[in-house]
């Protein structure tokens, strides 16, 4: 492995504000990913839509927009992405690995892999994934599950330890981890860099106990569905409008939602969502910002929050999240999104797994 490669890519030099071809953008701010040494920006690329096909969950992808995208993402300093095995069946690695041909050096890679039945199938999956991403290594590479099988996950774990050692990885991370798995890790050694989770505005449980966690341990925070799956977009006036498969997660009624059929194990949320939303499209207009920036903009400015991964399908899209970056909310502002969000947050409390399968502990 190409060690003055490495180097580059966790350099995270942050670009100046400059003119180019897409107008004149501000520089992406970084932060450090925990105790890995890299920076990495605020906002970051999520590419489960990548190498879609139209019966997969974010419908038919064009790799022509995924080229584009990638193009002017590493030209204006976004420069980390986040994929997984299992994001369309592997496709969205090869798309990445696509885009980035001739780029690699300029990118930092997060993949996530799902736990294998024994060491050997972990590597062997991981050889597979990087082929898959056209790179003989990934930044990050993190479980992207806990398993209850307490035996199999340190079993993953210390895999995951082997593949930096051997250089296919450079730093270990995990995804969905509570604070027993987190501290599994710890106990056998294992250098966890990153622990990413879902957060937002609809989801702020891991507040109470696995963010303090992992500033205590210098564990980097990363956060998926900080959107809700456009359900913080601001296109959405009720609960009713909010297709089936966004109403899936712990906030909404299951029994209601022909996708669930059941319960949830907390009660629903779904006036004190309604209550959100109708905060966001208030202030938005007087804060200049589109609700979706709005709200990502409420996940940025939390101190703990190294990047916010947020899914995009074009160079449009990209923008619209880059410049949520750029904002410095009044704290008045976010004081308010605090208070409005807090009914969501007594009715879920430290609820982790948001899909209510209860597989984070």
């Known amino acids: 492995m190409d060690e003055a490669l490495h180097q580059r890519a966790a350099a995270g030099v942050r670009p100046k504000a400059y003119n180019n071809r897409y107008g004149r953008v501000n520089a992406m701010r970084t932060k450090q990913l925990g105790s890995s040494g890299l920076e990495v920006p605020v ?19 064009d790799q022509g927009d995924v080229n584009a995208l990638v193009d002017m993402a590493l030209d204006l300093g976004v420069n980390y992405f986040d994929t997984a095995y299992g994001y369309n069946e592997g496709n969205s690695e090869r798309s ?34 990087l082929k898959r991403l056209q790179t ?41 981890f509570g604070i027993k798995t987190m501290e599994l890790a710890r106990e056998l050694g294992v250098k966890v860099v990153a622990n990413e989770f879902a957060y937002s505005l609809l989801s702020r449980g891991p507040e109470l106990n696995v963010v303090p966690y992992c500033q205590q341990h210098g564990i980097g925070i990363t956060s998926y569905m900080s959107l ?4 913080l977009t601001g296109k959405y006036d009720s609960i009713e409008d909010i297709p089936p498969r966004r109403r899936r ?30 905060v966001l499209k208030r202030l938005a207009p007087e804060c200049r910002m589109s ?26 899209q990209l923008l619209e999240n880059m410049q949520a970056a750029d904002a410095a909310l009044d704290a008045g502002v976010v004081a308010e999104l605090d208070r409005a969000s807090q009914g969501v947050l007594d009715k879920m409390g430290g609820t982790l797994d948001i899909f209510g399968r209860d597989r984070i502990w």
């Open 43 to 61: 906002v970051s690329v999520g590419c489960w839509s990548f190498g879609g096909g139209a019966e997969d969950y974010w419908g038919q992808q």
């Open 228 to 231: 809700m799956q456009g359900v």
């Open 249 to 278: 997660t712990v906030q909404f009624d299951g029994l209601k939602n022909p996708l669930v059929g059941q319960a949830h194990a907390t009660p629903p949320a779904e006036d004190e969502v309604m209550e959100v939303l109708r």
């Open 96 to 129: 990445l690995g696509e885009a980035l041909k001739g780029k690699r050096q300029r990118a930092l890679i997060c993949d996530k892999t799902p736990v294998q039945a024994n060491a050997q199938l972990f590597e062997d999956k991981l050889v597979e994934a």
């Open 136 to 176: 003989d290594y990934v930044d990050v590479l993190m479980i992207h599950w806990p398993v209850q099988d307490q035996e199999l996950l340190a079993t993953n774990l210390l895999a995951l330890d082997s593949a930096c050692k051997k250089g296919y990885v450079r730093f270990a991370g995990v995804s969905n």
């Open 291 to 316: 609700v979706s920036q709005l709200a990502l903009a409420w996940c940025l400015d939390k101190p703990a929050m190294a990047t916010a991964i947020v899914g995009c399908r074009n160079t449009s």
